[in-house]
């Protein structure tokens, strides 16, 4: 048949079949191999994480290029996280943690990555700019220091593959800094009344400890004491007790799982390898073991990236340079830690109900009396109604001598979501891959169904 010239009718039939496909979300228009990728949402079921039925462990590195001398985002960079990623897979792991991002940066090709690669997202809220001082808590814990934390909710709480937020790292590490816990525990509240009044989906919030004995089981404890607004999502810490070869009885993990036994809420380690022997990652094994799964979630291993000094240099996985990762020695030996040890099948006799802690004593090794928080500072519940607004990223001014804006003590419950907020999500132009879908991906195939169907009809009847 020769060319058919289109009459007026179906040149119209043709424009609108065209300005309804472009109306169409882009996810649409593109072939599955190429749509958006997401991964289950995570959640919190008694004192174990599910990624939708089926119980989550964390297999994961602890990942932040450039260490804390030279704080640097990975996720920001592609060239970084191409690299990296091709690496995280032949680990097999399911996670990554980064302590420092910049959250004035897009984020949606490094997180679709991740998300193809099946791996989620622990993200520290913090930076070396914006974050609670130690040693001054109160003047550091303003809005200023809040619009950030909350505009780094807003840019990560969209993709699927974010696991949870840290809300302080090592925060308390001896006896002294024990009187920094209820700005640490006020941050956990606020972030969650955040998430809670922005209608964004529920996502774990909570505490990663230091490595100390002193003090280790009443900050657990008051972490997970109070009301369930102020109370933490889940609790990690960091610990590099075992030093190969040992095991179980001997390495003080089996006394660590016994002290945790009744905990409510989900417990990992947020960092472990000892470096004081041969890494040799024996724990592997006893930690997605059947001793250790009823109580702990898993843990990330320290560190991806050899940094720093000799002694630092010695935590890493990797030497990278440019755009090579060099894979070390302790890199195989995890990578065949982990293949001898496949994730946990089942629920690994998690507890699905449990009670929560009783708030610690004030004692010689835990300066903290009561279990009252500093109230938020007023001009953050702005945040609550309008949105944090953009984020800084690591060239701001800093908010730790911002000064101090907490008027007193929080009554209890006072962190529970009380404004009708408009979700932060829901005015994002982001195509991101990783970004959660709140609706099947296929809803709208009858709609698109149709529309062809009808303007095929149109056409074909006008060249009759």
Request: proline content about 6%; charged content about 20%.
């Amino acid at each position: 048949m020769k060319g058919i010239t289109a009459s007026a009718p179906v040149a119209a039939a043709l424009y609108a079949s065209s300005a309804i496909a472009s109306a169409l979300p882009a996810a649409f228009l593109h072939p599955l191999s190429e749509r958006a990728t997401s991964l289950p949402e995570v959640t919190v079921r008694g004192n174990a994480f599910f990624a939708g039925n089926n119980r989550f462990y964390i297999r994961g590195v602890d990942y932040q290029p450039g260490g804390a001398s030279d704080a640097a985002d990975p996720l920001a960079d592609t060239t970084v996280c191409r690299r990296d990623i091709a690496e995280f897979q032949k680990l097999r792991i399911n996670t990554v943690r980064i302590y420092t991002i910049d959250n004035s940066q897009n984020h949606d090709e490094c997180m679709s990555l991740l998300a193809q690669a099946g791996i989620y997202l622990a993200l520290d809220v913090n930076t070396p700019k914006y974050s609670i001082r130690q040693d001054r808590p109160g003047p550091s814990y303003n809005s200023i220091y809040l619009q950030n934390v909350f505009a780094t909710v807003d840019a990560f709480s969209k993709y699927s593959n974010l696991l949870l937020f840290f809300s302080g790292n090592e925060v308390i590490n001896n006896i002294a800094t024990s009187a920094a816990a209820p700005y640490v525990k006020a941050v956990t509240r606020d972030i969650k009344q955040y998430i809670g009044n922005r209608k964004i989906r529920p996502i774990p919030v909570g505490y990663s400890a230091a490595d100390i004995d002193d003090n280790r089981l009443e900050t657990a404890a008051y972490m997970n004491c109070g009301t369930d607004d102020e109370r933490s999502d889940f609790f990690a810490f960091n610990d590099y007790s075992w030093c190969a070869p040992s095991r179980y009885s001997t390495s003080t993990w089996e006394e660590k799982v016994k002290a945790f036994s009744d905990y409510s809420i989900p417990i990992f380690l947020s960092e472990y390898g000892c470096i004081k022997t041969a890494r040799t990652f024996e724990e592997v094994a006893t930690l997605y073991g059947n001793q250790m799964t009823p109580v702990y979630s898993g843990g990330l291993v320290y560190e991806y990236t050899k940094e720093g000094d000799s002694t630092q240099q010695k935590y890493g996985l990797v030497d990278v340079s440019g755009d090579s990762a060099e894979e070390l020695k302790d890199f195989d030996t995890l990578a065949n830690a982990f293949e001898e040890t496949p994730a946990p099948t089942g629920d690994g006799g998690y507890k699905p109900n449990g009670t929560p802690s009783r708030c610690p004593p004030r004692s010689s090794s835990w300066l903290v009396s009561g279990e009252g928080l500093p109230a938020m500072p007023p001009k953050a519940s702005a945040f609550f109604r309008n949105g944090a607004g953009k984020g800084v990223g690591l060239e701001g001014e800093g908010s730790q001598e911002a000064g101090a804006e907490s008027t007193g003590t929080a009554s209890a419950g006072s962190g529970r979501p009380t404004t009708s907020g408009t979700s932060s999500g829901s005015s994002s132009s982001s195509s991101g891959a990783a970004a959660g879908l709140r609706i099947p991906e296929m809803s709208l195939a009858p709609m698109v169904c149709g529309v062809v169907v009808f303007f095929s009809s149109l056409i074909g009847a006008t060249l009759l």
